[in-house]
């Protein structure tokens, strides 16, 4: 089997394995499913700056909390609102702040562009945390899921937990696939290429900086999307959503499954809220997990220093394995 | 002798007080191969920064088939016409070779922002990259890694790239640097072959190299031109003797 | 707004941009010249205020447990530079993100095992506890003042030492090249260690002289890390002049932005941040 054979069947499996679950996971499953699906999307989208354009930004938890806010501010209060309508409105909320800040925080490098996107993020805080536009620390309940109408017909009825299972799957699989598509583009290559030698690329002709707000824009649109879904799903909002903590979650998330790969931050997202899980259940670790983040920080600190390139990169080193393997046996 | 392709006038650079590069005029012609020469820190790499774009001249005219370009960012310099070498080899390391002239070429092209098509499908832009390699005699080595690639074969990568632009102005930073006598010969016979169609602006500290391939040199001492004509000219000139003899430089002329 | 108070919000504002400084200019040397973004630097300065508020319950005495902080806090810095940041000098500051993003997690649940997760008092040494009455029903607490001295000395302190030292010399060095000082055979290694200690060791003291008057409380480091990040962009990386004259401005600007334009507050200090951006990519005394 060629390697793009092969992960052509394991995306495939992947996504029946995970049409399936509702069938047999019990409700409290579903919906823990549900949120790292989420979780996947706001981390591909992120990997897409980190992975893809070298941008390592502190303060992705803007976005996911921007959306949810737009959500729940636009809505009206005692109606559900209309997907078709909000979740656009949403992104597009997120993609103007993304340009807007991309604007500012594209001309830094470096650790100036680790800390100016973290303090950006940490404005957006402070204006819904400090100020009675987003109800203050308290935050806004979102009362009435939205709807997702043809006419007069319900595609779905999003407070219905599989119904809603089953649209966060089908927006991952589609983000995952857009964002495929679009980095196997000249555009694609060309992040890439900004990646690894920004200034060859410069001197060779590209605008890099419109490349770079480009992808930031995405980025932030996309980020919108998972807290859009977040918002959805939890049926509130508050300033907690775009704190550092959970910027720093995210970046755990992408390097844990493996940057500038895909399904890396896929299988980060899973991963950590899997071993947050794990770390937290009293039946299995007993008076210990009270201090969770014990072990999810000692967790991160190993894997800073000797997993950099992720459960991804674990993945593709048993690929490599199998492969040659292969070749071996083809081979007498 | 037709319009020079490239030309400056009194092209200045201070950098907080230390002129790196003063008062240069020069000018650069399709079918000639322009060296500039001189000792280290006479100024030569930055003057090609001012060409490129990758520094802001101080004062001065630039001007590019009769268009002013000085302060321009590099990347707008390079899509006029203006290929660049960099001194410090300068490469995509963990993509192949093809992959590297691919996306230089990739900035010539209006595909360059399609976000949908797959990168490989475009067949002008594989073309000039394939041409690219051809040129600079890297075919054979098509698929490696850059990184996997030895350093002279990475310095002709760099002339690949810049070739894959389609530049008709070429700026080479020491395209020799640390290469064998081999490999030496095979770039010079490239500069040869190039400068037929191009304008080359060339940096060379190998004076064999540059007497057997300039059709003019300037000498450059403190970021100052102190000579500047036809290769015999240059050798016989009594400022060139008496720069050199009295900086007990190490240049050969 | 009368001039009374004026002069009090002046003087705290000084003092909270001392303060600030204190944590600022460890976080400041350690990118500047170790060129390690060092998230956990937060969690010394709420290490050192938990440190204060139990050593004093110990002792009877603030004085007595910043005399037995301090060294506490410079050898725990040397071992956590020994033990992890050095391992991370040569990699992408991505991963330096992630490691002492894992950091502040692990103090953090340290903290709750050693010291539960109730906020605390600690008192003011009655020798400092008295206040000078400015107007009939307004008056300063000394103990602020002896904050803002105190600051002020570690600050004269600190600039000695970067400009007339040796080692100051060494560090300046070291800040600008690497290779150059390892090629003179100064050990940079031990220079690092010292550097990273040393700013571990400013965070921690902040924290204990601040604790009479912030209390300690859990994820306390958090605010004052974010807070300090900014006056280090405004200052311009490894500046220490930048981060005296940033975190004047942020402790000014907060003090009084609180005052006069309370929905604003917590805004200020980044709208400050963004002008000064646009205005100066680099930061006010950063190196382009």
Same mark, same amino acid.
């Given at each position: 089997?060629?390697?793009?054979?092969?992960?052509?069947?394991?995306?495939?499996?992947?996504?029946?394995? !995970?049409?399936?679950?509702?069938?047999?996971?019990?409700?409290?499953?579903? &919906?823990?499913?549900?949120?790292?699906?989420? !979780?996947?999307?706001f981390a591909m989208s992120l990997d897409l700056l980190i992975g893809y354009t070298g941008l390592v930004s502190f303060g992705h938890a803007a976005y996911f909390g921007l959306a949810g806010y737009v959500l729940a501010l636009l809505g009206p209060q005692y109606e559900a609102a209309s997907l078709w309508w909000s979740l656009p409105a949403a992104m597009g909320v997120c993609a103007l702040f993304a340009l807007l800040t991309g604007l500012l925080v594209l001309r830094t490098k470096g650790i100036f562009f680790i800390m100016v996107t973290l303090a950006f993020a940490q404005m957006l805080f402070f204006v819904f945390h400090d100020t009675k536009l987003g109800g203050g620390s308290d935050g806004i309940y979102i009362y009435n899921k939205p709807t997702l109408l043809i006419g007069d017909f319900a595609l779905a009825n999003l407070d219905n937990i599989a119904h809603f299972y089953y649209l966060v799957l089908l927006l991952m699989l589609c983000v995952y696939l857009l964002l495929r598509r679009i980095l196997g583009s000249t555009f694609g290559r060309a992040l890439v290429g900004i990646k690894v030698n920004e200034h060859r690329m410069q001197a060779l002709g590209f605008p890099v900086f419109r490349y770079k707000l480009a992808s930031y824009v995405l980025a932030g649109a996309l980020g919108g999307l998972a807290g859009y879904l977040a918002a959805v799903q939890f049926g509130f909002v508050n300033p907690e959503i775009l704190s550092w903590h959970?910027?720093? &979650?995210?970046?755990?998330?992408?390097?844990? #499954?493996?940057?500038?790969?895909?399904?890396?931050?896929?299988?980060?997202?899973?991963?950590?809220?899997?071993? &947050?899980?794990?770390?937290?259940? &009293?039946?299995?670790?007993?008076?210990?997990?009270?201090?969770?983040?014990?072990?999810?920080?000692?967790?991160?600190?190993?894997?800073?220093?000797?997993?950099?390139?992720?459960?991804? #990169?674990? !993945?593709?080193?048993?690929?490599?394995?199998?492969?040659?393997?292969?070749?071996?046996?083809?081979?007498? | 002798m037709s319009a020079p392709i490239l030309r400056t006038q009194e092209l200045t650079k201070r950098f907080s007080g230390l002129v790196a590069v003063s008062k240069v005029s020069l000018e650069l012609h399709v079918g000639e191969v322009h060296a500039i020469i001189g000792p280290n820190g006479a100024g030569k790499s930055t003057l090609t920064n001012l060409l490129s774009g990758d520094l802001p001249p101080t004062s001065g005219v630039v001007q590019f088939e009769g268009r002013d370009i000085a302060g321009f960012k590099s990347d707008r310099i390079s899509r006029l016409g203006v290929g660049r070498s960099y001194q410090k080899t300068n490469i995509f390391l963990p993509f192949t070779v093809f992959e590297n002239c691919r996306l230089a070429a990739q900035s010539r092209t209006p595909h360059a922002w399609r976000v949908w098509s797959g990168a490989g499908r475009f067949g002008? /832009?594989?073309?000039?990259? *394939?041409?690219?390699?051809?040129?600079?005699?890297?075919?054979?080595?098509?698929?490696?890694?850059?990184?996997?690639?030895?350093?002279?074969?990475?310095?002709?990568?760099? /002339?690949?790239?810049?070739?894959?632009?389609?530049?008709?102005?070429?700026?080479?930073?020491?395209?020799?640097?640390?290469?064998?006598?081999? *490999?030496?010969?095979?770039?010079?016979?490239? /500069?040869?072959?190039?400068?037929?169609q191009h304008a080359i602006m060339l940096i060379e500290h190998d004076m064999d190299a540059v007497f057997a391939v300039?059709?003019?040199?300037?000498v450059m001492v403190n970021g100052e031109v102190i000579e500047s004509g036809t290769p015999e000219a240059v050798r016989g000139s009594p400022v060139v003797q008496l720069a050199y003899l009295g900086g007990g430089d190490n240049l050969h002329v | 707004m009368d001039f009374a108070f004026f002069l009090i919000q002046l003087l705290n504002g000084l003092q909270y941009g001392l303060l600030l400084f204190l944590v600022a200019s460890g976080l400041t040397l350690i990118f500047g010249i170790?060129?390690?973004?060092?998230?956990?630097?937060?969690?010394?300065?709420?290490?050192?205020?938990?440190?204060?508020?139990?050593?004093?319950?110990?002792?009877?005495?603030?004085?007595?447990?910043?005399?037995?902080?301090?060294?506490?806090?410079?050898?725990f810095g040397m071992a956590l530079e020994w033990l992890l940041v050095r391992r991370l000098y040569d990699r992408d500051h991505l991963f330096q993100v992630l490691l002492t993003y894992g950091l502040i997690l692990v103090f953090e649940e340290i903290r709750s095992i050693l010291w539960g997760d109730d906020m605390h008092g600690v008192p003011v040494p009655a020798l400092l506890n008295a206040s000078i009455p400015l107007t009939d029903n307004l008056s300063y607490p000394v103990y602020r003042l002896f904050i803002s001295g105190v600051c002020l000395l570690l600050a004269y302190g600190l600039y000695l030492l970067i400009k007339k030292t040796r080692l100051g010399m060494m560090i300046r060095a070291g800040a600008s090249n690497r290779d150059m000082v390892q090629s003179l055979g100064i050990n940079i290694k031990f220079i690092y260690t010292l550097v990273f200690a040393v700013g571990v060791a400013l965070a921690g003291f902040a924290g204990m002289i601040n604790?009479?008057?912030?209390?300690?409380?859990?994820?306390?480091?958090?605010?004052?890390?974010?807070?300090?990040?900014?006056?280090?962009?405004?200052?311009?990386?490894g500046s220490v002049?930048?981060?005296?004259?940033?975190?004047?401005?942020?402790?000014?600007?907060?003090?009084?932005?609180?005052?006069?334009?309370?929905?604003?507050?917590?805004?200020?200090v980044y709208l400050l941040m963004a002008v000064v951006l646009i205005w100066r990519p680099a930061g006010l005394f950063g190196r382009a």
């Amino acid at each position: 089997m060629t390697a793009s054979r092969r992960s052509l069947a394991l995306f495939l499996v992947a996504s029946l394995l !995970l049409a399936l679950f509702p069938g047999v996971g019990g409700t409290f499953y579903v &919906q823990l499913l549900t949120n790292v699906m989420i !979780l996947a999307i706001f981390a591909m989208s992120l990997d897409l700056l980190i992975g893809y354009t070298g941008l390592v930004s502190f303060g992705h938890a803007a976005y996911f909390g921007l959306a949810g806010y737009v959500l729940a501010l636009l809505g009206p209060q005692y109606e559900a609102a209309s997907l078709w309508w909000s979740l656009p409105a949403a992104m597009g909320v997120c993609a103007l702040f993304a340009l807007l800040t991309g604007l500012l925080v594209l001309r830094t490098k470096g650790i100036f562009f680790i800390m100016v996107t973290l303090a950006f993020a940490q404005m957006l805080f402070f204006v819904f945390h400090d100020t009675k536009l987003g109800g203050g620390s308290d935050g806004i309940y979102i009362y009435n899921k939205p709807t997702l109408l043809i006419g007069d017909f319900a595609l779905a009825n999003l407070d219905n937990i599989a119904h809603f299972y089953y649209l966060v799957l089908l927006l991952m699989l589609c983000v995952y696939l857009l964002l495929r598509r679009i980095l196997g583009s000249t555009f694609g290559r060309a992040l890439v290429g900004i990646k690894v030698n920004e200034h060859r690329m410069q001197a060779l002709g590209f605008p890099v900086f419109r490349y770079k707000l480009a992808s930031y824009v995405l980025a932030g649109a996309l980020g919108g999307l998972a807290g859009y879904l977040a918002a959805v799903q939890f049926g509130f909002v508050n300033p907690e959503i775009l704190s550092w903590h959970k910027s720093g &979650q995210v970046i755990v998330m992408v390097i844990l #499954g493996g940057m500038g790969t895909l399904y890396g931050p896929v299988l980060g997202a899973f991963a950590f809220v899997l071993l &947050q899980e794990a770390f937290s259940n &009293q039946a299995w670790i007993g008076e210990w997990a009270k201090h969770w983040q014990l072990g999810m920080g000692v967790f991160i600190v190993l894997v800073a220093m000797y997993l950099p390139q992720g459960l991804a #990169g674990l !993945l593709q080193r048993f690929g490599r394995k199998a492969e040659a393997k292969e070749e071996r046996e083809e081979q007498p | 002798m037709s319009a020079p392709i490239l030309r400056t006038q009194e092209l200045t650079k201070r950098f907080s007080g230390l002129v790196a590069v003063s008062k240069v005029s020069l000018e650069l012609h399709v079918g000639e191969v322009h060296a500039i020469i001189g000792p280290n820190g006479a100024g030569k790499s930055t003057l090609t920064n001012l060409l490129s774009g990758d520094l802001p001249p101080t004062s001065g005219v630039v001007q590019f088939e009769g268009r002013d370009i000085a302060g321009f960012k590099s990347d707008r310099i390079s899509r006029l016409g203006v290929g660049r070498s960099y001194q410090k080899t300068n490469i995509f390391l963990p993509f192949t070779v093809f992959e590297n002239c691919r996306l230089a070429a990739q900035s010539r092209t209006p595909h360059a922002w399609r976000v949908w098509s797959g990168a490989g499908r475009f067949g002008d /832009i594989n073309r000039l990259a *394939e041409e690219a390699m051809e040129a600079a005699g890297l075919a054979h080595r098509r698929d490696r890694v850059a990184a996997t690639l030895s350093h002279g074969e990475q310095r002709q990568l760099e /002339i690949a790239m810049c070739l894959a632009t389609q530049p008709r102005l070429l700026l080479l930073d020491e395209p020799l640097a640390g290469m064998g006598p081999h *490999e030496s010969l095979r770039m010079v016979e490239l /500069i040869k072959t190039l400068s037929a169609q191009h304008a080359i602006m060339l940096i060379e500290h190998d004076m064999d190299a540059v007497f057997a391939v300039a059709h003019r040199l300037t000498v450059m001492v403190n970021g100052e031109v102190i000579e500047s004509g036809t290769p015999e000219a240059v050798r016989g000139s009594p400022v060139v003797q008496l720069a050199y003899l009295g900086g007990g430089d190490n240049l050969h002329v | 707004m009368d001039f009374a108070f004026f002069l009090i919000q002046l003087l705290n504002g000084l003092q909270y941009g001392l303060l600030l400084f204190l944590v600022a200019s460890g976080l400041t040397l350690i990118f500047g010249i170790m060129g390690i973004i060092n998230l956990a630097h937060g969690s010394f300065y709420m290490l050192g205020a938990y440190l204060a508020w139990s050593l004093a319950s110990l002792t009877g005495s603030l004085a007595a447990a910043i005399a037995l902080g301090i060294p506490l806090t410079v050898l725990f810095g040397m071992a956590l530079e020994w033990l992890l940041v050095r391992r991370l000098y040569d990699r992408d500051h991505l991963f330096q993100v992630l490691l002492t993003y894992g950091l502040i997690l692990v103090f953090e649940e340290i903290r709750s095992i050693l010291w539960g997760d109730d906020m605390h008092g600690v008192p003011v040494p009655a020798l400092l506890n008295a206040s000078i009455p400015l107007t009939d029903n307004l008056s300063y607490p000394v103990y602020r003042l002896f904050i803002s001295g105190v600051c002020l000395l570690l600050a004269y302190g600190l600039y000695l030492l970067i400009k007339k030292t040796r080692l100051g010399m060494m560090i300046r060095a070291g800040a600008s090249n690497r290779d150059m000082v390892q090629s003179l055979g100064i050990n940079i290694k031990f220079i690092y260690t010292l550097v990273f200690a040393v700013g571990v060791a400013l965070a921690g003291f902040a924290g204990m002289i601040n604790a009479p008057l912030s209390s300690v409380f859990p994820n306390m480091g958090g605010h004052v890390l974010i807070i300090c990040f900014v006056v280090v962009v405004i200052g311009g990386i490894g500046s220490v002049k930048g981060a005296m004259a940033a975190s004047l401005m942020i402790g000014l600007a907060d003090t009084f932005g609180q005052v006069l334009v309370p929905e604003m507050a917590g805004m200020i200090v980044y709208l400050l941040m963004a002008v000064v951006l646009i205005w100066r990519p680099a930061g006010l005394f950063g190196r382009a």
